[in-house]
């Protein structure tokens, strides 16, 4: 090991003078470091096809191919490899050129070991940061991997296939969706599978922020900007910068504030409020909506400008009606990972119980999957799943053809019993009614007061006081 406790390297050396290329080797070893010793660049690029390096310090002045020959080459075959050139007739002007040539550092004969030393130190320190970060995307990325999204439905299929060639690129991603399918999941995904994984994933609910606090949010303010700027607070573009922002609901964006998003996705730079010059960000946009976009501009409540901004890979996520064969597999999958939280055995389902999954209407797709495996798993309680712990009935039968036009209920009736039954359900608990009926809190209050709901007490379980 290094004596400043970064871990030891894999260094070969390439020296043409056989006394200088032992007296080299030995202090690397001293220094804790692995080395492999090459006569010359040909040998030194066998030694590297048959196991890597992390740095390669090479002289410049050899017989046959010379150091920097060698710089190109090694770096057309190891692109990640570090090249450290040596050499006793250099210049300023040498070691800028060699450094353009991508040269990790440049060091004059005769050098003193200590600048062998620091230069190791640097390069153990940055192999072991990408060791870190390596082990981090293999940790985090498991879970959001593309693998993750269950089924094999073609439409299953071709989602994580795009997913995977959406990673590699910085291109923004729009992905649609019904509420509750896992538009975020596939962000995840995105990220997690990129080259930003180590870097931060910053989710934004758009439709959570509201108008007069948006542009501050987004884009942060400055100490003094308005009343309550206390502090200079960096916005959401800047604390995802070098990651992923990810728009969450990008259609409910107000749209005096499109203008400043479309000039960020252009530009890479925001403005904070109350800043007199712009703010440089690095960040890949993901953007998901439930909302049909281009009915929105269209009508002129979405910009067209932002939206073949946020519009350039496209990934649709089908609603789980829409993949019935998936049920199966993602039920099971999901009684798994809950079983593991709460530290319940997970025994399946009955075939009572999948067929009356398969019965259900889905109307909060994966995320009312996810509710309602819960529940289930915890009422039977070490048991298999059946359909009497299912916390809904069986689906009415469709009216027939014959049926008199004064029997069918109205689409507003059909919207008052449908959430009525959930509430109670969720024992009146707006928050948990509303993700199972795929739509927010806000929305949901709004219903009731418009359906006249009486909540049992006056007081829903969420503690706000009703009327």
């Known amino acids: 090991m290094s004596g400043d406790g970064a871990s030891g390297i894999r260094v070969l050396v390439v020296e043409d003078d056989p006394r200088m290329l032992d007296v080299l080797a030995s202090h690397i070893e001293r220094m804790g470091h692995a080395v492999r010793k090459a006569r010359g660049a040909v040998e030194a690029l066998q030694l590297l096809e048959e196991g890597p390096a992390d740095l390669v310090l090479s002289d410049v002045r050899m017989p046959g191919m010379d150091g920097r020959t060698f710089l190109q080459v090694a770096g057309q075959r190891f692109p990640e490899l570090r090249v450290v050139l040596m050499t006793a007739f250099g210049s300023i002007d040498d070691a800028v050129e060699a450094m353009q040539a991508g040269a990790y550092s440049y060091v004059l004969k005769p050098f003193k070991v200590e600048l062998i030393a620091a230069v190791l130190r640097n390069a153990a320190r940055e192999v072991a940061l990408g060791r870190e970060r390596a082990g981090l995307r293999r940790a985090i990325g498991g879970k959001w991997s593309a693998d993750r999204i269950i089924g094999t439905s073609p439409q299953i299929q071709a989602v994580r296939r795009v997913i995977r060639e959406a990673a590699a690129l910085s291109a923004t991603v729009l992905v649609t969706g019904p509420s509750g399918s896992g538009k975020e999941m596939v962000a995840r995904a995105i990220h997690y599978e990129g080259p930003r994984a180590a870097r931060p994933f910053v989710p934004v609910n758009c439709a959570a922020i509201p108008e007069p606090l948006f542009e501050s949010a987004m884009f942060g303010h400055r100490r003094g900007a308005f009343t309550d700027a206390h502090e200079s607070q960096a916005g959401f573009a800047e604390q995802s910068s070098g990651g992923t922002l990810f728009l969450d609901e990008v259609g409910d964006i107000p749209l005096s504030q499109q203008v400043k998003l479309l000039r960020m996705l252009q530009e890479s730079e925001v403005t904070p409020v109350g800043a007199s010059r712009p703010v440089p960000v690095d960040l890949r946009v993901v953007a998901a909506t439930h909302e049909d976009l281009e009915a929105m501009v269209h009508s002129g409540r979405f910009r067209e400008d932002l939206y073949y901004r946020v519009n350039v890979l496209r990934i649709h996520l089908p609603g789980l009606r829409e993949r019935p064969g998936d049920l199966g597999a993602l039920a099971e999958h999901l009684l798994l990972e809950i079983a593991h939280e709460h530290g319940t055995p997970a025994l399946g389902f009955t075939e009572g119980a999948l ?65 009525e039954k959930v509430l109670r359900l969720c024992s009146w608990n707006r928050s948990a009614a509303a993700r199972i009926l795929g739509i927010d809190r806000r929305t949901l209050f709004t219903k009731i007061q418009r359906h006249r709901l009486a909540v049992p007490g006056g007081r829903d379980p969420d503690g706000d006081a009703e009327g």
């Open 355 to 419: 067929s009356a999954l398969s019965g259900h209407p889905w109307p909060g797709n994966v995320r009312e999957l996810r509710n309602v495996v819960e529940r289930a798993a915890l009422a039977a309680r070490g048991r298999r799943i059946d359909s009497t712990d299912l916390p809904f009935a069986a689906p009415a039968p469709a009216p027939a053809c014959a049926t008199a036009p004064a029997a069918i209920a109205t689409l507003s009736e059909v919207e008052r019993e449908q959430i």
